[in-house]
């Protein structure tokens, strides 16, 4: 058996679906069907007795939902440091934990309007630092949308 511990889990074994690989840098190990891998966790993670630890809160939102700490925050009407003191001191209040459970299996099981929020999310999160470019070509203006990095890349000319 493997002892799993990505994201900083502990109590994770893996029975079997994973290879232990000689590289020159020593043991590695391959796990088959991460996502899948993923997915059961955190669903275990949603049935297990107690609270989650803030290990745990963090597994389902990073792994398991693919969300940033505000990200999630905004999705239970908070902000993104409660959920990072949460996640760091471990003590996730009852609400929240079983909100961010069923979050998580109704985005697992399919539930087409959680499953929208989710993602509507997630892009918006990645649209945060993306400018409109606007280009002139053979005298006519064409915008073009290009995500970057707040102001790396860009060149601002100043007014005379």
Not at 133 to 156: D, F, L, N, R, Y
């Amino acid at each position: 058996m493997y002892h799993y511990t990505d994201g900083g889990l502990r109590n994770v074994w893996l029975a079997n679906g994973y290879e232990i690989k000689h590289t020159p840098f020593g043991e590695g190990v391959t796990v088959h069907d991460l996502d899948g891998l993923a997915e059961a966790i955190c669903l275990e993670l949603t049935r297990k007795a107690g609270t989650l630890t803030g290990t745990e809160l963090r597994y389902i939102r990073s792994a398991g939902m693919l969300l940033s700490q505000p990200a999630l925050g905004k999705m239970i009407g908070i902000d993104g440091q409660s959920v990072a003191r949460w996640e760091k001191s471990g003590k996730v209040p009852r609400w929240a934990d079983k909100l961010v459970r069923l979050l998580y299996v109704a985005h697992a099981e399919g539930n087409t309007p959680i499953r929208r929020v989710v993602e509507r999310i997630k892009t918006v999160e990645r649209l945060v630092k993306q400018r409109i470019v606007v280009q002139e070509t053979q005298g006519h203006w064409q915008p073009s949308t290009q995500a970057i990095e707040e102001g790396a890349g860009c060149e601002v000319d100043e007014p005379a």
